[in-house]
């Protein structure tokens, strides 16, 4: 079964810079798209960014756009979001998160257990 | 962007009712909506993609309908371990939008 473990979330200061790390495990990881989504403490769930398999095409949201920059190491098992010029509202847990092809389009069926990243000063 | 919009915000049931919840679209998207499943400090869980396929493992009360604009979760009899908040989300085309949530408590 598909096993997804993030880490990096902690405090930083507004402006600061984190990266997040997303280990993957029991399943094939270069073969799959690969997303963040966030939480905002007692808020609902917001689509970060997302890569592809093979090519590595990226998408983001324009919440992040300039800012957050997702990335994949297919030896290491391992999606990454490095975030810069952070701000108060980026605070939230952030979710790894595999994607399934099916029917011509990605759809989440596995999330990982999330990582809290809080920016204040 | 496509505007996801769920109804209702919240609602109270007992064990064992039937509960339906609805998401609507902005524009149409197919059958490219899925459902998921979050319990309080817990990640969320996926429960439906393509509008009506389960997800492995996910007990068969749920089920999901429709197409194009408007979709519907339904519990056909709802259990305590149901009780939680539920999002539906399009992945039809990007940015990936969700629906502000359903939050199903205990009457």
């Known amino acids: 079964e598909a096993h997804l473990l993030e880490s990096g979330g902690g405090l930083v200061q507004p402006g600061g810079s984190l990266r997040l790390s997303c280990a993957a495990s029991g399943f094939t990881f270069s073969s799959y798209v690969m997303s963040w989504v966030r939480q905002a403490p007692g808020k609902g769930l917001e689509w970060v960014a997302s890569i592809s398999s093979s090519y590595g095409s990226t998408f983001y949201a324009d919440s992040v756009k300039g800012r957050f920059t997702i990335s994949r190491d297919d030896s290491k098992n391992t999606l990454n979001l490095q975030m810069n010029s952070l701000r108060a509202e980026d605070t939230a847990v952030y979710y790894c998160?595999?994607?399934?092809?099916?029917?011509?389009?990605?759809?989440?069926?596995?999330w990982g257990q999330g990582t809290l990243v809080t920016v204040s000063s | 962007d496509i505007q996801m919009t769920q109804s209702p915000s919240s609602l109270s049931a007992s064990v064992g009712d039937r509960v339906t919840i609805t998401c609507r679209a902005s524009?149409?998207?197919?059958?490219?909506l899925a459902w998921f499943q979050q319990k309080p400090e817990k990640a969320p869980k996926t429960l439906i993609y393509?509008?009506?396929t389960l997800q492995s493992g996910v007990p068969s009360r749920f089920s999901g309908s429709g197409s194009g604009t408007d979709f519907t979760l339904t519990i056909s009899s709802l259990q305590p371990e149901d009780f939680a908040t539920y999002y539906c989300?399009?992945?039809?085309?990007?940015?990936?939008?969700f629906g502000g949530g359903t939050k199903v408590e205990i009457k």
């Open positions: 989300q399009q992945y039809d085309f990007y940015p990936r939008t």
């Open positions: 393509a509008a009506s």
């Open positions: 524009q149409g998207i197919s059958n490219y």
């Open positions: 998160a595999r994607e399934l092809l099916v029917i011509a389009r990605v759809v989440i069926d596995y």
